[in-house]
Nanobody, 117 residues
Framework: QVQLVESGGGLVQAGGSLRLSCVAS??????????MGWYRQAPGKQRELVAR???????NYADSVKGRFTISRDNAKSTVYLQMNSLKPEDTGVYYC?????????WGQGTLVTVSS
């Protein structure tokens, strides 16, 4: 069973930056991570895709974050990152890491990002 541990959330003022990290691990087992991504859920709203990246490095973004957020991954470290710049209050929400292992989706526990105006 692959487990995901997210970090990097917090409180930031509008215009600021945060970097989220998500590390995948499975004690004693070898696994291959396919697509890795970040989703977010704002209060009272549905969870939505923020960005995702394939194992080969192809990425795509929600229109609302294009030009401000950058997703990257380190396959050797089984880690995916989300660099968030020029943050806006509407970026506030719980950010979830999502990883596809084989054909199984795994979700992290979420990390809260709060952007104050």
């Amino acid at each position: 069973q692959v487990q995901l541990v997210e970090s990097g959330g917090g409180l930031v003022q509008a215009g600021g930056s945060l970097r989220l990290s998500c590390v995948a691990s499975a004690s004693g087992k070898i696994f291959i991570l396919n697509t890795m991504g970040w989703y977010r859920q704002a209060p009272g709203k549905q969870r939505e895709l923020v960005a995702r990246i394939t194992r080969g490095g192809t990425s795509n973004y929600a229109d609302s974050v294009k030009g401000r957020f950058t997703i990257s991954r380190d396959n050797a470290k089984s880690t995916v990152y989300l660099q968030m710049n020029s943050l806006k209050p509407e970026d506030t929400g719980v950010y979830y890491c999502n990883v596809v292992v084989g054909n199984v989706e795994v979700w992290g526990q979420g990390t809260l990002v709060t952007v104050s105006s």
